[in-house]
């Protein structure tokens, strides 16, 4: 980013006569990663971001944003005075993007939107110059800081968009102003906010009431909500899936433990293999093929960068006991679909020893919560996992729907404050062959069973 002060005051439409000569060469809203060249942005959190200003002043920017009802407390760089912070990082980061004009690729989805964006990415590199959402900076703040620290030579930017409430997608999606947009998919993930699924796909396809006219709406044509939707879209449109009846479907998935290949429709004779495991990661890979597509890359292209894919937050990784079991771990975030999904990929995976699962709660499902943890029940035999360990309140659900499955030995259940004695338990149980998978909600703090494990 190349910016001199002067077009900062002319893109948030402030007058001024005496504007310092500087150079703005970045933005940044946390004093603490403030370098030279910054514009500091002082936004709301959980502290106000005014008071860390000397921070950032040591830290090196060149000038920062304030807020009008703040006291100036020293002269030390200049100061762009405006009424609200917030406001103004957006229009900054609207003006820069119509400056910099690339592509925008939007993303969103309860589940997979980080991998389908890295995925995208990936393939769009291979014949652009492409800038991506950093990690999951994907709300108010990081949709942003996404666009205003993006290379000036961007070709490609593709955006990660999460919501928590209604409203959010669509103010993300009239700053990004997408050319593409993407819907991963539909699960029960915030259902606790919005009430019912039906909900929770009226606030994604908030995705493209800001899609350009001749822009195109990528989505999961196996999920009925999103085709019911997607008859008021007036937009180009194509869908992917597991059904014959989508644009883009996968054949001849293989599943492994570390890796899973597939085929296509329409490229029969190409296999592409993705590092990860989970027919669910097909589907992901399979958005950012029919992105890919559009975008006129070559599917031999495509393989290969698939082939070659980093993801940036792959949350379910393979780990090591420190007896030589094999650990799935899966700590920091869990819902209905998720759990659902890593259950199913654990049993196509073959293995020399017993498959156990340890399932913590699953959080923010409101009133929806005892029936979707009882809801994992039909995924969950003694054939395919010798022992359930469950942890939580809510997993006294699916252990009430499970006794008939299980004998008492091997269904356990942990409240969330006995971690030690599940620790324990699975201390004595785990053998060097087994497979064991830890799911749940970070704030069943799995991590730290994982940690005694390891």
Not at 197 to 216: C, N, P, S, Y
Not at 315 to 341: C, F, H, M, Q
Not at 349 to 364: A, F, H, N, Q
Request: hydrophobic fraction near 40%; charged fraction near 25%.
């Amino acid at each position: 980013m190349k910016m001199k002060l002067r077009e900062v005051y002319s893109a948030l439409k402030i007058t001024s006569e005496n504007v310092a000569d500087v150079e703005i060469t970045g933005v940044c809203f946390d004093s603490r990663k403030a370098k030279a060249g910054d514009l500091f942005f002082p936004l709301q959190g959980e502290r106000d971001g005014h008071e860390f200003i000397n921070s950032a002043i040591e830290n090196g920017v060149s000038a920062t944003v304030w807020q009008s009802d703040h006291d100036i407390p020293n002269d030390k760089i200049p100061y762009v005075v405006v009424k609200n912070v917030s406001n103004a990082f957006e229009t900054l980061a609207k003006y820069y993007l119509n400056k910099v004009n690339p592509k925008v690729v939007a993303v969103t989805g309860s589940n997979g939107k980080t991998t389908t964006k890295d995925m995208i990415a990936k393939i769009l590199s291979t014949s652009n110059n492409v800038a991506k959402t950093p990690l999951n900076f994907n709300n108010e703040i990081g949709v942003p800081f996404t666009i205003l620290n993006m290379p000036t030579n961007t070709e490609v930017l593709v955006v990660e968009m999460g919501m928590d409430r209604p409203g959010q997608i669509d103010n993300l999606s009239s700053i990004a102003n997408p050319d593409i947009s993407v819907i991963t998919m539909i699960g029960e993930a915030h259902i606790e906010f919005f009430g019912t699924r039906d909900k929770i796909a009226d606030a994604k396809m908030e995705i493209v009431d800001h899609l350009h006219e001749d822009g195109t709406f990528i989505y999961n044509g196996d999920e009925p909500l999103l085709l019911e939707r997607a008859k008021k879209v007036e937009q180009n449109q194509l869908t992917f899936g597991n059904n014959d009846s989508n644009d883009l479907y996968a054949t001849e998935i293989k599943a492994g433990k570390t890796t899973t290949s597939f085929k296509t429709n329409l490229w029969p004779e190409i296999e592409f293999e993705i590092p990860m495991m989970g027919e669910y990661n097909v589907s992901n890979a399979l958005a950012a093929i029919t992105v890919g597509r559009i975008s006129h890359i070559k599917p031999e292209a495509m393989q290969k960068a698939l082939s070659e894919l980093f993801v940036t937050e792959n949350r379910t990784e393979w780990i090591k006991a420190e007896n030589g079991a094999d650990i799935l771990s899966d700590v920091y975030n869990s819902n209905p679909t998720a759990a659902i999904e890593v259950l199913n990929s654990l049993k196509a995976i073959k293995t020399d020893g017993r498959k156990l699962i340890v399932l913590g709660d699953m959080l923010e499902l409101g009133d929806a919560s005892k029936e979707l943890h009882e809801s994992l029940a039909s995924y969950i035999d003694a054939v395919n996992f010798a022992k359930v360990y469950l942890v939580g309140d809510d997993m006294k659900y699916l252990r009430d729907k499970l006794s008939d499955k299980y004998d008492s030995e091997n269904l356990l259940w942990y409240g969330k404050d006995q971690l030690t004695e599940l620790t324990t338990d699975l201390k004595k149980e785990l053998t060097p062959n087994d497979t064991v998978l830890l799911k749940a909600s970070h704030g069943i703090h799995l991590e730290n069973v994982l940690h005694e494990l390891i």
